[in-house]
């Protein structure tokens, strides 16, 4: 399994190193899905019938927050007809920051709630870094920032590989 990983690795990051533009809209589309599911299930784990309390309201707000970040993202092909792609990224930049921020505020309120606040927090951050990104990168150098992180995939993909071959050299049925 190690080495199929890492063939499945290497045939990925080819392919996003020889056609980075397609890769940036795949992780793009990608990333708009995984919102939408996020708001989503979020909204699905609520207790509707409990008392409106804070909690209650932030965790509203920031699935909803991510639903619409997801849903502009999902829609962007249409979209880009109405809005700038550049002015697109910045809202739904806004739209995970703000949801990160909700997030934050959520775990600070209600800290006691939560197992391991600092994960949770570590979570509700990467959203807002997630939004920066989205806002301040120019989607131009999305296509050099996925070559690089596709070398970086494939150095990793050969280490998988070595590995592999190494747990199949060490193992007494490789005789």
Known sequence: MTALRGIVMILAGIFAFLMPAQAVKFVLLAGGGLLLVDGCLGLASMDFASRRVHAYYLALSRNLLCIAAGAIVLASGFLTGLFTLSFLATVVGLLVI????????????????YASPMMAMVGG???????????FMPLS?????MRLATILLIAYALSLL??????????????
Not at 100 to 105: D, I, T
Not at 125 to 135: M, R
């Open 98 to 113: 703000l949801a990160g921020l909700v997030e934050l505020v959520s775990i600070l309120m209600d800290h006691e709630r």
């Open 125 to 135: 951050g990467l959203y807002v870094v997630a939004g920066l990104v989205l806002i």
């Open 141 to 145: 150098s999305a296509a050099v920032l």
């Open 162 to 175: 070595y590995r592999a071959w190494r747990i199949r050299a060490a193992s007494p049925d490789a005789g």
